[in-house]
């Protein structure tokens, strides 16, 4: 931890003043500290990455999908040690964290391909005579990667894999909660002999990041994390009109009709809320539940969340860990403070686990108002909140009334019921019958305060990619 920052090819010590402290949530106790990254250094980085870019750009498609190949293969070989490390710093269950790191070879192996697929240059048809013209993909240049901390082999993933794909140069801003696991891609980026300056690491807190996504010579900022901050980033790339892309909260919705199997949506609901400890952008966190069902589910849905295994994933068998940060857990503890002085109905939890560690329970509370603080807010944390509903107009309805507009899921038998609820939902993405199910191949990305523009798929890659148009007088 002496070198935990890797620049221009070079592992160096933080100059920052503040000294970051990672912890195991599960016992509330450190188990690594490094100095964070000061404005100087980011700006080393940002230099580094400039001065790589045009041998970078101008790397043969092939060597550069081989790279990104060698990264999901050294992910592969690291396997166990990273499952490891997340359980540990993120307090996630084991099978979670092996989806995480699963997930995230998919993402470099998809974009190497996806890369060697792509024409670079195509011809564009012209209806006008006398002109040609091609369309060139090109890099948008040196890009500043901003994530947070609760999938950081993914969202780390989604933006390195397609950013050096096409051939951006970059900085990346890890969260200060999980300062460990993306430096495993900088040491993958130097094993592989990437050259100095393609891919730069620097950590640190708010400070960090706001010299980053401040710094005069990016060419894109790529956000993921909170929609204060989202808004603040977006305010700093306004000052040089350069594009953002940024991914926020979320508020989700999941209908079940009545036609459902209660069992199943019962899985569906639970997965939806308390996967990650509830600590999902995705978390589908508003259950909006049709009347000829409510009474049969909710007294399941109480028992599965009185059953649910809380846990230190290292030591116990557990379903869900604790939360990842104090602040997050005192985030949380807050809002059943609020949910008390609000008189909501909790048929479970509420409450924080009185052992060490920063555990709480899996909570349901029903027939919560749409006026409470708990139906419109992001919790971030396994606290579902309910409503009932009558008809398919109403049930769209509410699941829109919502600033967010990240994803949803719709839960019916009657599938042609379900598509067309899907066609209605103001929302990046949703899932039918199934809940939180994430390909790469498909988009990820929200409408409204969700955010702006797509990561993975084709789209992943477009974001990193600049459109030129050459056009030739053919007379
Ligand atoms: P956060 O906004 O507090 O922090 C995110 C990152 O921004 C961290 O690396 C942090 O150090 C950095 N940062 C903080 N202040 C900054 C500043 N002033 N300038 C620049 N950078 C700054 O978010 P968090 O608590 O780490 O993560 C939780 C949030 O992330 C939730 O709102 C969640 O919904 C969102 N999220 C969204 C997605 C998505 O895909 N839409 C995915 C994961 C998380």
Redesign the pocket.
Same mark, same amino acid.
């Given at each position: 931890m002496n070198t935990p920052h890797y620049i221009d090819g070079q592992w160096v010590a933080g100059a920052g003043n503040d000294c970051l402290v990672a912890y195991d949530p599960s016992l509330a106790h450190p188990i690594a500290e490094l100095r964070s990254a000061d404005r100087v250094q980011v700006d080393q980085a940002v230099t580094a990455a400039r001065r790589a870019l045009p041998a970078w750009k101008a790397t043969p498609v092939a060597e550069r999908a081989a790279l990104l190949r060698g990264f999901a293969e050294h992910l592969v070989q690291q396997r166990d040690a990273l499952v490891t490390l997340q359980m540990r710093n993120n307090g996630k269950p084991r099978h979670e964290a092996e989806v995480d790191v699963d997930d995230a070879v998919a993402t470099f192996t998809y974009y190497a391909a996806l890369i060697e697929q792509q024409d670079a240059s195509s011809d564009v048809a012209l209806a006008a005579p006398g002109f040609s013209s091609r369309t060139r993909r090109e890099p948008v240049g040196v890009v500043g990667l901003?994530?947070?901390?609760?999938?950081p082999l993914v969202?780390s993933a989604w933006k390195l894999a397609p950013a050096l794909a096409a051939g951006c140069t970059v900085v990346l801003?890890?969260?200060?909660?999980t300062p460990l696991i993306e430096q495993t891609y900088a040491r993958i980026a130097e094993q592989l002999g990437l050259p100095a300056g393609v891919l730069n690491l620097v950590i640190?807190?708010?400070e960090?990041?706001?010299a980053?996504?401040e710094h005069p010579d990016l060419d894109k900022l790529s956000?993921? $994390?909170?929609?204060?901050?989202?808004s603040?980033?977006m305010r700093?790339s306004a000052a040089y009109c350069r594009p953002v892309t940024l991914?926020?909260?979320?508020k989700s919705a999941i209908i079940v009709f009545d036609d459902c199997d209660p069992d199943q949506a019962v899985e569906w609901i639970v997965a939806g809320i308390c996967w990650n400890a509830g !600590?999902?952008?995705?978390a589908t966190s508003r259950l909006l539940v049709q009347d000829g069902i409510a009474e049969t589910l909710l007294p399941r849905l109480q028992a599965a969340f009185a059953a649910l295994r809380v846990g230190n994933p290292l030591t116990d068998a557990i379903d869900m860990g604790p939360l990842t940060s104090a602040a !997050?857990w005192h985030k949380v503890a807050e809002y059943f403070q609020i949910a008390r002085a609000e008189g909501l109905h909790c048929l479970t939890g509420g409450a924080t686990l009185a052992r060490e560690g920063w555990f709480v329970s899996p909570t349901l509370y029903v027939d919560v108002p749409d006026s409470s603080r708990l139906w419109q807010e992001?919790i971030?944390g396994p606290v579902l909140c309910t409503q009932r509903f009558s008809t398919e107009a109403q049930a769209i309805a509410l699941a829109n009334d919502s600033r967010f507009g990240?994803v949803a899921t719709v839960a019916s038998a009657d599938l042609s019921r379900a598509e067309r609820v899907a066609d209605a939902l103001e929302v990046g993405h949703v899932w039918i019958n199934s809940v939180q199910a994430v390909f790469v191949e498909t988009s990820?990305?929200?409408t409204k305060g969700? $955010?702006i523009g797509r990561?993975l798929g084709p789209w992943g890659l477009a974001a990193y990619q600049s459109i030129k148009h050459v056009t030739r007088c053919l007379g």
């Open positions: 901003i994530v947070p901390w609760n999938f969202t801003k890890p969260s200060e909660v640190g807190q708010a960090t990041g706001a980053l996504s956000f993921t $994390g909170s929609n204060g901050v989202g603040q980033v700093s991914e926020l909260g979320g !600590q999902m952008c995705s !997050q992001e971030f990240l990820w990305g929200g969700s $955010g990561e």
